[in-house]
């Protein structure tokens, strides 16, 4: 039987309609409000895009291998990557897209670090700057490496030639309107990554005996190397992309600025992250089935050096044959390209609104992206492998984060916060003990770890709760 993932398939829909247009009621989503994509429009950034156009750009912009390769390593934990993935997808990540998104859209398209900065303060505003940019800035470089490698093998062609390519790619991307490149390809990629999974999902049925169920013999950690990766907080890292990423909320202001319509928001926002969430999740389930369950996916991917790519092959040319594995070459090649080229444009807005220089200008673009891709380029050079192992914590650091700020967002303006921060605290108990607890951490016992996720936790939320009564107060007596 496949219960277990028909169930999670059917919760992910039913989260869509039912908890999205929650969400989005208790946002406040105005469908005459006029949007930035209109009173801001310059042709290149703030652009009209047709909403469901505009979903396939934001779906391919958050997505790339994430929900793909984050899933597959993340089933080596078990069946308990469904249960992440599902209640992550639903009550974390799509809350955590939609308010970034419709955020940036109340402060006229801005970036994340002054959306959160809004909400948090100076400080947080200029460690968000910093924090993100460094991020977005190894997204790209690692997402032209990974391509380009990939290519080098396959072609025989010289790998730092298709690093050039990719990186002349992106430097187009980086500078044209949005509607000239991205805009146009997105949606036939988005399209290409959506197919793969729902060919792989009809597979899925097809063996379905074997496909592992949720019970209370497989809530447990099946790590080949359970010690050193507990299953908490290694998962909730692990699978990011598909269930909650803060990337993603560097990602949303690019899709905020061509909106045109907010109710248009939980279709694009929501409805962008509930769809990776059913990529995530058949990705998952695929992998446990076809190596016969976790024992199995272990084994083969220990034997493969945890290489993702490998698998992703070998699955796509095993149930789908040549045709499968020419997708499949695509998907390994084109998702990551389209995250680092949305990844990098985003580094040149992020900058534009630090600096306070329109972007409508060409050269303004030329002044912000030479010195972007001579960054870009020189990184490209050194072996950060340890660096960008950071990555994964940062990630969820950074979406904790925005988690927080949401919170506030929502008390400022006399709504329940719970919502956001729920989740929030949840994420501070697994960013802190994660750092403290990974091998490219601290390294310390688990359990000290895990009090040490807690008592931050307790201490954050108790700050929190703390601000927002004086608020309340200070609100009462303005308004008296």
């Keep these: 039987n496949m219960i277990s993932f ?3 398939i059917i919760c992910l829909i039913l989260g869509y309609f039912f908890y999205g247009s929650f969400i989005e009621k208790l946002f406040g989503a105005d469908p005459n409000r006029v949007t930035p994509a209109t009173t801001l429009n310059d042709g290149v950034d703030f652009i009209p895009m047709r909403p469901w156009r505009l979903y396939m750009v934001q779906f391919l912009n958050i997505a790339g291998l994430g929900p793909i390769f984050g899933p597959i390593l993340g089933a080596m934990y078990g069946p308990s990557a469904f249960i992440w993935i599902v209640l992550g997808g639903i009550f974390a990540g ?18 994340i670090a002054e959306v959160i900065g809004e909400q948090l303060g100076m400080p947080a505003r200029q460690f968000m700057r910093f924090f993100s940019i460094i991020l977005l800035i190894l997204v790209g470089v690692v997402f032209t490496l990974g391509p380009a490698k990939l290519l080098a093998s396959l072609t025989g062609v010289s790998y730092l030639v298709w690093v050039v390519f990719i990186v002349i790619y992106y ?11 991205i805009g146009r390809v997105y949606p036939f990629f988005g399209g290409l990554l959506l197919f793969m999974a729902v060919a792989l999902m009809v597979m899925l049925f097809i063996n379905y005996d074997k496909i592992p169920e949720i019970n209370l013999s497989s809530l447990r950690n099946f790590h080949v190397n359970p010690e050193k990766f507990p299953l908490f907080p290694m998962l909730f890292i692990t699978i990011a992309c598909g269930a ?5 909320a560097t990602q949303s202001p690019l899709a905020a600025r061509c909106l045109t319509n907010e109710k248009r928001g939980k279709q694009v926002f929501f409805g962008g992250m509930i769809s990776e969430s059913v990529v995530g999740l058949i990705w998952a389930a695929v992998a446990l089935t076809f190596f016969g369950g976790a024992a199995g996916l272990n084994t083969a991917l220990t034997e493969h050096g945890s290489n993702a790519a490998w698998l992703v092959n070998t699955v796509c040319e095993g149930w789908l ?7 499949a070459i695509l998907g390994v090649v084109v ?11 985003s580094v040149r807005l992020a900058i534009g609104d630090i600096l306070k220089l329109p972007q409508k200008p060409i050269k303004n673009r030329f002044l912000i992206t030479i010195p972007l891709f001579a960054i870009v380029i020189a ?19 950074l979406a ?20 956001a921060v729920v989740p929030a605290v949840f994420m501070t108990v697994i960013a802190v003990c994660y750092i403290l607890t990974a091998p490219e951490g601290f390294q310390l016992r688990w359990n000290i770890s895990f009090i040490a996720g807690i008592v931050t936790a307790t201490i954050v939320t108790i700050i929190f709760m703390i601000w927002k009564i004086r608020f309340r107060k200070q609100a009462v007596n303005n308004q008296e």
Excluded: E
């Design 400 to 419: 904790t984060l925005v988690l927080w700020g949401t919170g506030a967002w929502l008390v400022r303006h006399g709504k329940m916060s719970w919502p």
């Design 94 to 111: 799509a809350v955590h897209d939609y308010f970034s998104g419709m955020l940036s859209l109340r402060q006229d398209g801005a970036t």
């Design 335 to 345: 998702c990551p390209i389209t995250s680092g080229d949305t990844a990098l444009r």
């Design 244 to 248: 909650l990423s803060g990337f993603h």
């Design 6 to 8: 028909c169930v999670g």
């Design 379 to 397: 990184v490209c050079t050194l072996d950060f492998g340890v660096v960008w192992r950071y990555f994964a914590w940062s990630n969820q650091t």
């Design 321 to 327: 044959g040549k045709f499968g594995a020419v997708i």
């Design 171 to 181: 430097i187009l991307a980086t500078l044209l309107p949005i509607d000239k490149i």
